[in-house]
Nanobody
Framework: EVQLVESGGGSVQAGGSLRLSCTASGFTFDDREMGWYRQAPGNECELVSTISVDGTTYYEDSVNGRFTISQDNSKNTVYLQMINLKREDSAVYYC???????????????????????WGQGTQVTVSL
């Protein structure tokens, strides 16, 4: 079965850290761009970070300097290390993979998932004051 499985979400106080993991099964992502999206209630889907086949990374402006994306091809796993978490980082975080990950424009992650090759089930991150 082809799937992406996220883990590592949870509740943390502002200023704290979490590390999200996303493990792929049924395919290898060494020829695909991997990334993380997030969506909070009432907000649009947001592309948080990506890592391309050649290792090039992208970060959304609000997380740049606080989040780090990395991957371990031997484990078929991509990580999102998040430090200095803020309340506005609270959201469901989704792992995704495709030849190229798009920046959503005024859409929900649920809709975007249907046009993305691989999409995880999501993991909740809650940051409290």
């Amino acid at each position: 079965e082809v799937q992406l499985v996220e883990s590592g979400g949870g509740s943390v106080q502002a200023g704290g850290s979490l590390r999200l993991s996303c493990t792929a099964s049924g395919f290898t992502f060494d020829d695909r761009e991997m990334g993380w999206y997030r969506q909070a209630p009432g907000n649009e889907c947001e592309l948080v970070s990506t890592i391309s086949v050649d290792g090039t990374t992208y970060y959304e402006d609000s997380v740049n300097g606080r989040f780090t994306i990395s991957q371990d091809n031997s484990k078929n796993t991509v990580y999102l290390q998040m430090i200095n978490l803020k309340r506005e980082d609270s959201a469901v975080y989704y792992c995704a993979a495709d030849i190229f990950l798009v920046t959503p424009v005024r859409q929900d992650c649920d809709g975007l998932s249907r046009s993305t090759a691989y999409w995880g089930q999501g993991t909740q991150v809650t940051v409290s004051l």
